[in-house]
């Protein structure tokens, strides 16, 4: 275990020493956020003063290293558009996006383990043969339409949920803003959580269906039958456990791919976290806070992959990881 | 097979186990509900609220920090200028009550008695000359005030603004000038033990998070990028303004979002609106659209310095000829702009009306063989696609226009983040720029657009065309320092028709600003040609 564990973080620092160095190398082509800063009437003198000032005239691998030696010290440098640490500004956003994507996890996971069962055991059934046409649909579309479809349609025409923000908020732990605590709060999580599992669900559906399917069909769960084992267990007990494996592998990555896609949710749904916050920093040029982000999420990666490894072992005794003995 | 004879229990209990879920969600709802609306029952009893969305949100609290749209619009919410530019293009009293002309170089204001700022310390001539040489230190706003010596406060309520030679322009740069509570911005902030009227854009310093002006609104909350909240000042001293207690200012920076939250009731009041919605707002029943023609030229610099064809002032000319503004105006803005043939809209001194839109597609193709380029020619063109209203589409109907004859041109688009480098160091030879007079003055436009590029001056700093014209620069520095407005207007209008003769570059259109707000407050009284709608007289039924 313990072996293990130190080569996962050994990995993990790799991971992140190379993300933050692509995110270095191309921040360049990002612009020059002394532009950001300034009015339009600045001078070039005036702006060549103040990318002295801020190092930014420095050569790649003299901003890299001062970089990394302030990141040795969890400093990863200044926001410019925020005045403050990145470190700072990340902690202050991530609430947002964690509680939106656990939200989202929910959603996938109640949804997709019941109906994607059902459509594996009954799969010709009208429901299961409903619930395959509309995960077609909710794959092939893109979160940004489901989410302006969704504005139109609840907030726009019906009225019933509000169409941006994270609404009311409670602070609890000293930093973490919640919206878990109110009902506004509540009510604005709704049409983000089900926008970014729109194109997870249809997946998972999908995937435990053809994943239970198949082991319907094995010969221990033959055996089970034979045995006279009531349908739950056999379900439930034998077939679903070992439909599990491949989901479980799945799911880590698709967590990751799902951070990912909090960046269109949030800009949609002007949802005050990291994926907002990354887009704007680009297009803002905040260089600091860009590759803090990349970085960041790097290591979520890191850290959501290395715990499914774990699971797996449970899951599955059989199994082990290589190097955890 | 078997599953087919597996009965009705475990399909039940599937059921069962969905219910319960739904079940145990809406109960956790309906558990948080219950608690909410004890809670928020109580406060909200009269207190008038606007829920305003906007596309960005204040930098700053510094007013002098960035010389920008948004920033001006915020100064206008919490500080007072001097004066202020009413929707007629003439100077409203604000915190000056009256001026008076003194010599060719002084201008006397004096100023309004019993003025408080947010802080309560009483609003002075001293705080004038602070905020005026602190305009010095300020990256953004101190070649604004090149023209202007130290401010002198001859009593407490009067105050000489002194210019370094005779300035046409002290009115409008007297709506600049936001005064900031001296007492409150001098001494050392203990936090980063700097001095509290320091301007730094990248850092904390103690005016990026504080305020003190002498504006209808104060600051009480404020979480950058997510919202800024605004509560009416008590002791404001303009007895006769709005009737709004509380803005909250939401930054929505995607345009069908900020539209849906309008259009749900969530917000009150957007700007600005995309184009592309003018019309379903418009006709959207509690809803109130206005509309107004802008100051921002969109134009094309041709740079002749590049290619040797833009030299000729026939090419350039039949380019101008080959553009057809108002076909552009009409089917890709959507009648959301003013076409125009020059540098000034319509009320500035140096608009020349007798110059308009010349589209003529004969004459293009007959100037360019006179020219010797009946065949066409290649060249390169770049263009933001994010800074302006449809500024990716407006190139590509110019590069569509352009083939007609035979100019072939390569589009690059790209944010503008990315356009302003490629733009200085002149990457294409076709750029494009639009521009918004800082001092509501054609002259303005001249100096930074069309004066020969001078780095030492700093005129022509975005003159990527490099068109150089002496007569040009001599008549907008005489401009400069004509008092006579007449005289003044004459010498400005000269410069757009030898612009607009030599073609020296293309001019597309003014674009239009736009407010949408429910129709149950006065959006039209409060709006004005420089888009800062001045929230402080907002009056909501």
Redesign the interface.
Known sequence: MFAFTIKRIAQAILVMLIISMIGFSIKSAFGDPVRELVGERVTPAERNKIREKLGLNDPFMVQYGRFLGNAMHGDLGRSFFFKKPVTEVIASKAPATIELVLCASLIVILLSVPLGIYSAIHPNRLFSRIIMGASIVGVSMPVFLTAILLIYFFSVELHWLPSFGRGETVRIFGSWDTGFLTVDGLKHLVMPSIALSSIMLPLFIRLIRSEMMEVLESEYVKYAWAKGLKPRRVWWVHAFKNTLLPVITVGGVQLGIMVAFTILTETVFQWNGMGSMFIESVERADTALMVSYIVVVGFIFVVVNTLVDLIYGLVNPTIRVAGRQ | M??ST??S??KL??LA??LV?TAMLLV??GD??K???AEDAAPAADKIVLKLAMDADP??LDPQV???GGMLQYSHTVFDPLVRWTKTGGFEPRLAESWEVISDTVTRFHLRKGVKFHSGNPFTAQDVVFTLNRFKQS??FK??FNAFGDAVAVDDHTVDLVTNEPYGLVMAMATYIFPMDKAFYSGTDPKNDKPKDLIL????TFA?YNESGTGAFTVTDRE???KIVFTRFADYWDANTGNVDEIVL?????A??RV??L????VDFIMPVPPNDLERIGSTDGLNLVTMSGGRIITFQLNLKRLEQFANPKVRQAMAYAYDNNGVVAKVMKGFATAGAQNSPKGYQGHNPALQPRFDLEKAKALMAEAGYAEGFACTMIAPN?RYVNDEKIAQAFVAMMSKIGITISLKTM???????QF?AQAADIQMIGWHS?TEDSANFFE?LNMCPN?DT?KG??NSGNYCNPEVDQLTMDSNKETNVEKRAAMLQKVEQILFDDAAFIPLHWQNLSWASKDNMNTEDIVNVMNFPYFGNLVIK
């Open positions: 078997k599953i597996l009965k229990a475990s209990s599937l186990l969905t879920i956790g709802c948080g509900e608690k909410e609306q930098v700053s960035q010389l920008s990256d953004d070649g604004l854009k990248t850092d904390y990026n950058q990028g997510v939401t930054p929505i920076g995607e069908p979002t849906a939250a259009l749900s009731g969530d994010n944010p503008k983040a990315q356009y302003w480098d200085d800082d930074y780095k700093g700093q975005y």
